[in-house]
C-alpha cells in the first residue's frame, strides 16, 4: 500500500509494523526505551493514538507503550510491512 | 503491626522451623507485575499504612509471621531495571544494596514477574541474580496465563536461573504456598550461572528470551479484551466523552449517594453525644468531651463515608488501568504547559491526598519537570478539601436546581486544576525551564479491579482519616477548647469573644475581614494550618461551646456567621491557600530544602487571600 517505506516510528499508521533500527536519542534515554522492549532488530507495530493524534501507542516485545511523535520520529525504522492489509 | 499469624495460604504452609529471628525480604519486580497485590497477600493488613503525616511512602513495609518466623516484607517501587536514575530507582537500588539507613540489607529477595510476558519481564533477571542474594523468581498471574493458553515449565526454568521459581496468582492465591515455603526456609544463595552483562540492555534481553526457549515457553494469546476497550477508550469522539462522563458521575456520587450515609453517621456522633451528656455529671471534663472532642472531631468523622466513596472511585480507575488511559488523552494538554504527560499521574492522585502525589513524582526522571509537578501537586483537590467544601456549600448553595451543587463541586475542582495547569506554565517557562524528556508510559492490560483490593484500599484510607481526627484534629481540638476557656472570669468560662481563643481570632479580623470572614473564622484559618478539614472541627467546637444546648447544626451556625459571598470567598481561599503542614514538611524534604516550601506556601496564600477578595468584592 505504501510506495516509500517510513523512515521513523513517527510515520507509522495506526496497524503498520516495521523493525526498529537504531534509536536516535543521548543515551539514557535511549537506555530507557530498550527497557521497555525498543531493542534494535525487533518488530515495532503502531497501534492506536490518543483522541487528539498524539501520543500514539506502540506494540513491543509484548507490551504496549505509548510514545509522544517527538520520541517516535527520533526511533529509525528498516522496512515495512503492512499486515493488517490496510 | 502485630504477630498473629496471617490468614493467607502462606501460613499454611508445613515448613522445617526456622529461627525467629527477623528477616528482610525485598520485594522487586517492573510495574505493574503485581507487587502490591502480592504484599497485601502476604501481609494481610498488618501493613504500615505510612502515608502521613510527612513520613516516607517510598517502600511499604509488611511484617508476616510464618512459624515463628518473623519477616519483614518491603515492597519498593516498580522498576525495569537496577541502574539507578529516578528517585524510584535509586530507592530500589540503594535498598538492595544494604545503603538505606533505616532498613537493614536485605536476607533475600523475592522477584516478581508477569508471566504473560516473560521474555521481556525476565530482563530484570540478569542484574537480580548478579546481587548474589538468595532469590526466589515468582511468575505472577498464573491465572491469566492459563486462561489465555500459555504455558511454562517451572522446574525447567528454575534449573536455568540456578534459584527457587514459583508459578503463583496473588489474585487468586494460588501458589502462594511455595513463597511462604520460600520466605521461611533455609534461604541459599543461587547456584552460580551464566548471567547476561548487566550493564547492557541487548544482552539481558537475549539472555531472558534464552531462558524462555529452555523453560519451553509458550506466550499467551494477546488479550482482545485491551484492544477492544482500547477501540472504545481512546476513540476520537467518544474518547474524551466518557472521560467527561466518568468524572460527572464520580461527583454526582460522591455528594448524592453519600448523603444518607453521612446522615447515619451524624446520628450516630449525636445520639452518642447526647448519651455521654446525660451519663456524664456537669463538669470541665464533660464540656471538653461533648463541645470540644464530639463536637470538633465528630463533625469531621461525617466525611468518612464521603471520603471512602471517592477513594472507591479511585481505586476502581487506578487497578482497572484505566488512570494509563487518562494520562495519555491529558498528555496533549499537559505537553502545552511544558509537562510530561506523566506529571498527569501525580496530580491524579494528589485528588487523594498532596503527600502521596508529592512523593510519587519520584517516578520522573528531569528533575526540573518534577519539581514543577510537586509545587503544582498540592493545587489539586485533596480529600481533606471536600469535608471544607461540603459543609459551605451545602449550607449556602440551594438545593434547586438539581445540579446546582454538584457544578459548585466541579468548579472548585477546575479551579484548583487551573491554578495547577496555569503555575506550571508560568515554571516551566521561566525558572524550570528544560529541554523535554521523552514521554514513556507502559499501557498495562486492563483488568477487573478486585474487591478485595479496593477493601484493602478503602481500610487503609479509613485507618488514615481516622487516625487524623484522632491526632492532629483531636489535638487542634483540645488545644482550642482550653484557649476558648481560659481566662475564667469569677470561676466561669468566658465568652468565647472574651477568651483567649476569641481574642486570637479578633486581632486577625482585620486582615480577614475584607474577605467577608469573622474572628470565627479567623480562628478556623489559624487551626486549619494543621490540615484543611481541622476548620470543621474547630467551628464545631466553637458553636458548640456558645449553643445552650448542646450540638448546634453545623450548617444553620455558620449560615449565621458567613453571607453568601464570603462563604464563596471561603471556598475560593480553602482552593488556592496551602493550609496543610505536613505537605510543606514534604516539599522542603523532597526539594531538599526551606526555599520552594516557603516559596509555594507564599505563593498558594497569597494566591487564596488575592482571589477570595476579588471575589468577596464583586460578589457583595
Ligand atoms: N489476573 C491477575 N491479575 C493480577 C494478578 N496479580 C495482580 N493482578 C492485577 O494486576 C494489576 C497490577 O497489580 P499491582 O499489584 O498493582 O502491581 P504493582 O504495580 O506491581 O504493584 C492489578 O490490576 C491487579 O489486580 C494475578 O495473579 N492475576
Given at each position: 500500500?505504501?510506495?516509500?517505506?517510513?523512515?521513523?516510528?513517527a510515520?507509522?499508521?495506526?496497524?503498520?509494523?516495521a523493525?526498529?533500527?537504531?534509536?536516535?536519542?543521548?543515551?539514557?534515554?535511549?537506555?530507557?526505551?530498550?527497557?521497555?522492549?525498543?531493542?534494535?532488530?525487533?518488530?515495532?507495530?503502531?497501534?492506536?493514538?490518543?483522541?487528539?493524534?498524539?501520543?500514539?501507542?506502540?506494540?513491543?516485545?509484548?507490551?504496549?507503550?505509548?510514545?509522544?511523535?517527538?520520541t517516535?520520529?527520533?526511533?529509525m525504522v528498516?522496512?515495512?510491512?503492512?499486515?493488517?492489509?490496510? | 503491626?502485630?504477630?498473629?499469624?496471617?490468614?493467607?495460604?502462606v501460613?499454611?504452609?508445613?515448613?522445617?522451623?526456622?529461627?525467629?529471628?527477623?528477616r528482610?525480604?525485598?520485594?522487586?519486580?517492573?510495574?505493574n507485575?503485581?507487587?502490591?497485590?502480592?504484599?497485601?497477600?502476604?501481609?494481610?493488613?498488618?501493613?504500615?499504612?505510612?502515608?502521613?503525616?510527612?513520613?516516607?511512602?517510598?517502600?511499604r513495609?509488611?511484617?508476616?509471621?510464618?512459624?515463628?518466623?518473623?519477616?519483614?516484607?518491603?515492597?519498593?517501587?516498580?522498576?525495569?531495571?537496577?541502574?539507578?536514575r529516578?528517585?524510584?530507582?535509586?530507592?530500589t537500588?540503594?535498598?538492595?544494596?544494604?545503603?538505606?539507613?533505616?532498613?537493614?540489607?536485605?536476607?533475600?529477595v523475592?522477584?516478581?514477574?508477569?508471566?504473560?510476558?516473560?521474555?521481556?519481564?525476565?530482563?530484570?533477571?540478569?542484574?537480580?541474580?548478579?546481587?548474589?542474594?538468595?532469590?526466589?523468581?515468582?511468575?505472577?498471574?498464573?491465572?491469566?496465563?492459563?486462561?489465555?493458553?500459555g504455558?511454562?515449565?517451572?522446574?525447567?526454568?528454575?534449573?536455568?536461573?540456578?534459584?527457587?521459581?514459583?508459578?503463583?496468582?496473588?489474585?487468586?492465591?494460588?501458589g502462594?504456598?511455595?513463597?511462604?515455603?520460600?520466605?521461611?526456609?533455609?534461604?541459599g544463595?543461587?547456584r552460580?550461572?551464566?548471567?547476561?552483562i548487566i550493564?547492557?540492555?541487548?544482552?539481558?534481553?537475549?539472555?531472558?528470551?534464552?531462558?524462555?526457549?529452555?523453560?519451553?515457553?509458550?506466550?499467551?494469546?494477546?488479550?482482545?479484551?485491551t484492544?477492544r476497550?482500547?477501540?472504545?477508550?481512546?476513540?476520537p469522539v467518544?474518547?474524551?466523552?466518557i472521560?467527561v462522563?466518568?468524572?460527572?458521575?464520580?461527583?454526582?456520587?460522591?455528594?448524592?449517594?453519600?448523603?444518607?450515609?453521612?446522615?447515619?453517621?451524624?446520628?450516630?456522633?449525636?445520639?452518642?453525644?447526647?448519651?455521654?451528656q446525660?451519663?456524664?455529671?456537669?463538669?470541665?471534663?464533660?464540656?471538653?468531651?461533648?463541645?470540644?472532642i464530639?463536637?470538633?472531631?465528630?463533625?469531621?468523622?461525617v466525611?468518612?463515608?464521603q471520603?471512602l466513596?471517592l477513594?472507591?472511585?479511585?481505586?476502581?480507575?487506578?487497578?482497572?488501568?484505566?488512570m494509563?488511559?487518562?494520562?495519555?488523552?491529558a498528555?496533549?494538554?499537559?505537553?502545552?504547559?511544558?509537562?510530561?504527560?506523566?506529571?498527569?499521574?501525580?496530580?491524579?492522585?494528589?485528588?487523594?491526598?498532596?503527600?502521596?502525589?508529592?512523593?510519587?513524582t519520584r517516578?520522573?526522571?528531569?528533575?526540573?519537570?518534577?519539581?514543577a509537578?510537586?509545587?503544582?501537586?498540592?493545587?489539586?483537590?485533596?480529600?481533606?478539601?471536600?469535608?471544607?467544601?461540603?459543609?459551605?456549600?451545602?449550607?449556602?448553595?440551594?438545593?434547586?436546581?438539581?445540579?446546582?451543587?454538584t457544578?459548585?463541586?466541579?468548579?472548585?475542582?477546575?479551579l484548583?486544576?487551573?491554578a495547577?495547569?496555569?503555575?506550571?506554565?508560568?515554571?516551566?517557562?521561566?525558572?524550570?525551564?528544560?529541554?523535554?524528556?521523552?514521554?514513556?508510559?507502559?499501557?498495562?492490560?486492563?483488568?477487573?479491579?478486585?474487591?478485595?483490593?479496593?477493601?484493602?484500599?478503602?481500610?487503609?484510607?479509613?485507618?488514615?482519616?481516622?487516625?487524623?481526627?484522632?491526632t492532629?484534629?483531636?489535638?487542634?481540638?483540645?488545644?482550642?477548647?482550653?484557649?476558648?476557656?481560659?481566662?475564667?472570669?469569677?470561676?466561669?468560662?468566658?465568652?468565647?469573644?472574651?477568651?483567649?481563643?476569641?481574642?486570637?481570632?479578633?486581632t486577625?479580623?482585620?486582615?480577614?475581614?475584607p474577605?467577608?470572614?469573622?474572628?470565627?473564622?479567623?480562628?478556623?484559618?489559624?487551626?486549619?494550618?494543621?490540615?484543611?478539614?481541622?476548620?470543621?472541627?474547630?467551628?464545631?467546637?466553637?458553636?458548640?461551646?456558645e449553643?445552650?444546648?448542646?450540638s448546634?447544626?453545623?450548617?444553620?451556625a455558620?449560615q449565621?456567621?458567613l453571607?453568601?459571598p464570603?462563604?464563596?470567598?471561603l471556598?475560593?481561599?480553602?482552593?488556592?491557600a496551602m493550609?496543610?503542614?505536613?505537605?510543606?514538611?514534604?516539599?522542603?524534604?523532597?526539594?531538599?530544602?526551606?526555599?520552594?516550601?516557603?516559596?509555594?506556601?507564599?505563593?498558594?496564600?497569597?494566591l487564596?487571600?488575592?482571589?477570595?477578595f476579588?471575589?468577596?468584592r464583586?460578589?457583595?
Amino acid at each position: 500500500m505504501t510506495s516509500n517505506s517510513p523512515a521513523t516510528l513517527a510515520e507509522l499508521r495506526e496497524g503498520e509494523e516495521a523493525c526498529l533500527d537504531r534509536i536516535d536519542l543521548p543515551e539514557p534515554e535511549a537506555r530507557r526505551l530498550m527497557e521497555l522492549g525498543f531493542l534494535p532488530g525487533t518488530r515495532i507495530a503502531a497501534a492506536r493514538s490518543s483522541p487528539f493524534g498524539d501520543p500514539r501507542v506502540f506494540r513491543v516485545d509484548g507490551s504496549e507503550v505509548a510514545l509522544r511523535r517527538e520520541t517516535a520520529a527520533r526511533l529509525m525504522v528498516r522496512e515495512s510491512a503492512d499486515i493488517r492489509g490496510g | 503491626m502485630s504477630n498473629v499469624p496471617s490468614s493467607s495460604a502462606v501460613v499454611a504452609a508445613h515448613a522445617p522451623e526456622a529461627s525467629s529471628a527477623s528477616r528482610t525480604v525485598a520485594l522487586v519486580g517492573p510495574p505493574n507485575s503485581g507487587k502490591s497485590t502480592l504484599f497485601n497477600r502476604l501481609t494481610g493488613l498488618r501493613q504500615k499504612v505510612a502515608n502521613y503525616p510527612g513520613v516516607t511512602v517510598e517502600k511499604r513495609l509488611g511484617r508476616t509471621s510464618l512459624q515463628g518466623q518473623d519477616v519483614l516484607l518491603v515492597d519498593l517501587p516498580g522498576v525495569y531495571s537496577l541502574e539507578p536514575r529516578t528517585e524510584d530507582e535509586q530507592v530500589t537500588h540503594d535498598l538492595l544494596r544494604g545503603r538505606m539507613d533505616d532498613v537493614p540489607k536485605p536476607d533475600a529477595v523475592v522477584l516478581i514477574v508477569d508471566v504473560t510476558n516473560l521474555g521481556r519481564q525476565l530482563t530484570l533477571a540478569g542484574p537480580i541474580l548478579s546481587l548474589g542474594l538468595p532469590t526466589l523468581v515468582v511468575l505472577n498471574m498464573a491465572d491469566d496465563l492459563k486462561r489465555r493458553g500459555g504455558t511454562v515449565d517451572v522446574d525447567a526454568l528454575a534449573e536455568q536461573v540456578g534459584t527457587p521459581v514459583a508459578l503463583v496468582s496473588a489474585r487468586t492465591g494460588e501458589g502462594l504456598s511455595a513463597v511462604g515455603e520460600f520466605l521461611q526456609g533455609a534461604l541459599g544463595v543461587p547456584r552460580p550461572v551464566e548471567l547476561p552483562i548487566i550493564s547492557n540492555v541487548p544482552s539481558c534481553r537475549q539472555w531472558s528470551a534464552e531462558l524462555g526457549k529452555r523453560a519451553r515457553y509458550r506466550a499467551p494469546l494477546p488479550s482482545n479484551w485491551t484492544r477492544r476497550l482500547d477501540g472504545v477508550f481512546l476513540h476520537p469522539v467518544a474518547g474524551p466523552l466518557i472521560f467527561v462522563m466518568v468524572v460527572l458521575a464520580v461527583f454526582q456520587t460522591i455528594f448524592q449517594a453519600a448523603v444518607p450515609l453521612m446522615d447515619g453517621v451524624e446520628t450516630m456522633i449525636a445520639v452518642s453525644g447526647g448519651w455521654l451528656q446525660s451519663a456524664l455529671p456537669e463538669s470541665w471534663f464533660r464540656s471538653l468531651l461533648i463541645e470540644g472532642i464530639w463536637g470538633g472531631v465528630g463533625s469531621v468523622v461525617v466525611f468518612l463515608p464521603q471520603i471512602l466513596l471517592l477513594f472507591i472511585f479511585i481505586g476502581v480507575l487506578e487497578d482497572s488501568g484505566y488512570m494509563a488511559r487518562a494520562a495519555l488523552i491529558a498528555d496533549r494538554t499537559m505537553a502545552k504547559v511544558g509537562l510530561e504527560g506523566k506529571s498527569f499521574i501525580p496530580l491524579i492522585s494528589a485528588y487523594a491526598c498532596a503527600i502521596p502525589a508529592i512523593l510519587s513524582t519520584r517516578t520522573i526522571a528531569n528533575q526540573r519537570d518534577r519539581m514543577a509537578t510537586i509545587l503544582i501537586a498540592p493545587f489539586m483537590t485533596c480529600s481533606a478539601r471536600l469535608p471544607v467544601y461540603t459543609l459551605v456549600i451545602a449550607a449556602f448553595i440551594p438545593e434547586e436546581p438539581v445540579y446546582a451543587r454538584t457544578a459548585t463541586m466541579i468548579g472548585l475542582y477546575l479551579l484548583g486544576f487551573v491554578a495547577a495547569v496555569l503555575t506550571a506554565a508560568v515554571l516551566k517557562s521561566s525558572v524550570l525551564k528544560s529541554a523535554r524528556t521523552p514521554f514513556l508510559l507502559e499501557m498495562p492490560s486492563y483488568r477487573m479491579p478486585t474487591l478485595r483490593s479496593i477493601g484493602l484500599r478503602l481500610l487503609d484510607r479509613a485507618k488514615i482519616f481516622l487516625r487524623r481526627a484522632g491526632t492532629v484534629i483531636m489535638a487542634t481540638t483540645i488545644v482550642l477548647w482550653f484557649l476558648a476557656s481560659v481566662p475564667l472570669q469569677n470561676g466561669e468560662p468566658p465568652e468565647i469573644a472574651e477568651s483567649v481563643a476569641g481574642a486570637i481570632g479578633r486581632t486577625m479580623e482585620p486582615i480577614i475581614e475584607p474577605l467577608g470572614f469573622n474572628w470565627r473564622i479567623g480562628i478556623g484559618i489559624i487551626t486549619s494550618l494543621a490540615a484543611r478539614e481541622v476548620i470543621v472541627g474547630t467551628l464545631g467546637t466553637i458553636y458548640g461551646m456558645e449553643a445552650d444546648e448542646g450540638s448546634l447544626e453545623l450548617q444553620s451556625a455558620l449560615q449565621s456567621d458567613l453571607t453568601l459571598p464570603g462563604a464563596i470567598a471561603l471556598l475560593i481561599y480553602f482552593a488556592f491557600a496551602m493550609q496543610c503542614m505536613s505537605t510543606v514538611a514534604v516539599v522542603r524534604r523532597e526539594t531538599g530544602g526551606w526555599k520552594w516550601a516557603i516559596i509555594q506556601f507564599v505563593y498558594m496564600t497569597a494566591l487564596g487571600y488575592v482571589c477570595a477578595f476579588a471575589a468577596y468584592r464583586i460578589l457583595s
